[in-house]
């Protein structure tokens, strides 16, 4: 069978990645899906002068580049000339197909659907609850419909998909019941990136995700924390919009609402938008360190920056104590703690810390795993296992656009 090139985007407010994939097989359960490519870009952004950093890979061999990208076309036009330099494709026209990621589809958008004009009219409608991400999700679709012309088959993926399990008791707000009927409820998300995590984290314990209590932390720039029972999701730290919740890279996640009144007066705002834009991006682990990585405030703690050191601290405290309130849905049981995303992956303290406050559940940290980042970070004899699932939801978008381009083919 000859292979089909299909593509996973997930195109952020400043930051483009894209991963290619080669696909074999007629249905999933003899697919082979073997990466041939994959391109990262941060920094993408009219308004800074700085170089967006560049990195494409195939196969074991990385390169790093630094170019002026003002947009998501910009982005778009460096990854074709980058995947046809390093031969992962020949030409634009190979990419056949494409799976988008969406953060926000509200009541509207819940399940994958085709990228056609129907679907972009209902990413804009839900727009207001996520201005940064459903604009930048737009975006990509429009600029791979323009800049790719093989394209036969197009397909958008929605964050809040994977939340429509949420019972109505777990998605009120205790305001006016006109307002959650109008739709001003929680929904969540990373859906996808907490979807992937439930599926593979119990496999490598051997573990049924069908059958248990599990509690997917997505942790990097942006931050959650989701409950999965029986494999569905039932909680989730976000809520109606992506600023609820932990606190993350620009974002104050949860805080007093009274705030927003002195946030207004003292930073001298005129309008309300001005206070939400400020919570969303000048505040979390930037507001309190100046320093919105997590890799960098990693860094300046260890030289005894105490801000740093006490964002750190502050963090993981904030993290498992979010985890404890979602234990919930569970009446307290918990089998399984899967982490994932740049700081869940790789940030061996932070999950030191969440899981020494967590032990007393009978979580027993294996510190040597833990330390080298291994995919099971727990002892043998711990009741709760704990594990960690490298995020790759560029995956999952590029298969199951795939699959349902053949079902749309057949």
Known sequence: MVATVSAGFNCGSSSVKIRLYKMRGDSEENLKQDEIGYFLAERV????????????????????????????????????????????????????????????????????????????????????????????????????????????????????????????????????????????????????????????????????????????????????????????????????????????????????PSLVKYIYEREGFTTIDEVVDFLNKECGLKGVTGYSDMREIIDKAADGDERCILAREAYAYRVAKAAYSLLTPFNGKLDLLVWTGGIGENDHETRRRVCHYMSGLGLELNEDANNQNKQIITTPDSKIKSVIVPANEEAYYAKHAYLMHLDKAA
Request: charged share 25%; with cysteine.
């Open 45 to 256: 952004d009219k308004d800074l002068t700085d170089e967006a950093n560049i990195t494409y890979r195939r196969g074991n061999k990385e390169y790093k580049i630094r170019r002026k990208l003002k947009n998501h076309r910009d982005a778009f036009k460096v990854f074709l000339e980058l995947s046809t330099k390093y031969k992962s494709i020949k030409k634009a026209e190979d990419i056949k197909v494409g799976g988008h990621r969406v953060v926000m589809g509200g009541r509207d958008i819940i399940k994958p659907m085709e990228a056609n004009e129907g679907a972009l009219e209902l990413i804009a409608k839900n727009k207001k609850y996520a201005p940064l991400h459903n604009g930048a999700n737009q975006s990509g679709i429009e600029v791979s419909t323009k800049i790719l012309p093989g394209l036969e088959s197009q397909f958008i993926f929605c964050d809040t998909e994977f939340h429509k399990t949420i019972p109505d008791k777990a998605r009120l707000y205790f305001l006016p019941y006109d307002y959650f009927e109008g739709g001003y409820m929680a929904y969540g998300f990373h859906g996808t990136s907490h979807r992937v995590a439930s599926e593979e984290g119990p496999k490598i314990v051997g573990l049924d995700g069908r059958y248990i209590n599990q509690l997917t932390l997505h942790l990097g720039n942006g931050s959650s924390i989701c409950a999965v029972l029986n494999g569905k999701s039932v909680d989730n730290t976000m809520g109606l919009t992506p600023l609820e919740g932990l606190p993350m890279g620009t974002r104050s996640g949860d805080l007093d």
